[in-house]
């Protein structure tokens, strides 16, 4: 599995899935999920909507991750997960971890071959970016040691800063 530290924007990657920091009611936000709600068209709300009539009505628990098509976006599919969000007190590191992992999981039954990841809880969530990349790197070695099976051969980090690539890129050094 080979790791990559992209800064850019990640609604214009062409990968099989890109994952969205969503919020628990999936219906969109700010920041990432916002853009990519933009990017997606009304499709993707609409599938978010049908995710929260049938199988999610309580919303997208933290650390878990569901999958859409991507729509309007280069990517086939979005997978949307949920990051602990440390402004609420929600401070479990496994938490954070999970989303990355779980995030890997469904692109994996997908037959995801790509994907891209935001700095998932970086933002208004409040965590620190370098523990976000730390988490981020050891959940993707875990899962890629867990599940060396699971066909996905290239996960990018796409990041929207110069000073979170350096973070990034400071923790892959070690």
């Known amino acids: 599995m080979r790791i990559e530290i992209v800064q850019g924007d990640i609604t214009a990657r062409d990968v099989d899935a890109i994952v969205n920091a969503a919020n628990s009611s999936l219906l969109g936000g700010g920041g990432v999920d916002g853009a ?3 990017a997606a068209g009304p499709e993707l709300l609409a599938a978010c909507r049908e995710l929260r009539n049938t199988t999610l009505p309580g919303g ?3 650390g878990h991750a569901v999958a859409t098509p991507g729509f ?5 599919w ?7 969000n440390r402004q609420a007190g929600e401070t479990d590191p496994a938490l954070l971890a999970s989303c990355f992992s ?5 692109a994996a039954a997908l037959g995801v071959r790509s994907i891209a990841f935001p700095a998932v809880s970086a933002g208004v969530y409040g965590w620190d970016a370098r523990q976000v990349a730390e988490t981020a790197f050891y959940a993707v070695g ?3 040691a867990d599940v060396p099976e699971s ?9 929207f800063s110069p000073e979170m690539v350096e973070t990034f890129r400071r923790v892959r050094e070690g």
């Open 102 to 106: 779980e995030s890997l999981r469904v």
């Open 142 to 144: 875990g899962f890629a």
């Open 78 to 84: 979005v997978i949307h997960t949920v990051g602990p």
């Open 60 to 62: 997208l628990p933290v």
């Open 72 to 76: 309007r976006l280069p990517a086939r």
């Open 36 to 38: 990519i709600h933009r």
């Open 151 to 159: 066909g996905i051969e290239l996960v990018e980090f796409v990041l």
